[in-house]
């Protein structure tokens, strides 16, 4: 049974950091893009970063870029989310998924495994 377990998530001030961390089991995906995604109330998913498999190539979307740093532990199977200087408007569950493809990918079709989510909720 394949599994991506999020955990690390929480309630933080404005200006605090949280370290997201998501876990998989039931299978490796050394050979698969990794991303991580967030869903505010009333708004898409979007996809906040992601990371190719061997972790050289990297994305992130504008509003996050110099604060928030992805990476991942093949040996371990995790992939993490570091988030510096967070803003109420991080806000959200965040999600990770697993690509079908090893390069990063952009394209939310491309994401085939999906975590539970875990709840980042940013206070001003």
């Known amino acids: 049974h394949v599994q991506l377990v999020e955990s690390g998530g929480g309630l933080v001030q404005a200006g605090n950091s949280l370290r997201l961390t998501c876990t998989a089991s039931g299978r490796t995906f050394n050979n698969n893009a990794m991303g991580w995604f967030r869903q505010a109330p009333g708004n898409e998913r979007e996809l906040v970063s992601a990371?190719?498999?061997?972790?050289?190539?990297?994305y992130y979307t504008d509003s996050v870029k110099g604060r928030f740093t992805i990476s991942r532990d093949n040996a371990k199977n995790t992939v993490s989310l570091e988030m510096n200087s967070l803003k109420p408007e991080d806000t959200a569950v965040y999600y990770c998924?697993?690509?079908?493809?090893?390069?990063?990918?952009?394209?939310?079709?491309?994401?085939?495994?999906w975590g539970q989510g875990t709840q980042v909720t940013v206070s001003s």
């Open positions: 990371i190719a498999w061997r972790g050289g190539n990297t």
């Open positions: 998924a697993a690509a079908i493809r090893s390069t990063v990918t952009t394209s939310l079709s491309d994401y085939r495994y």
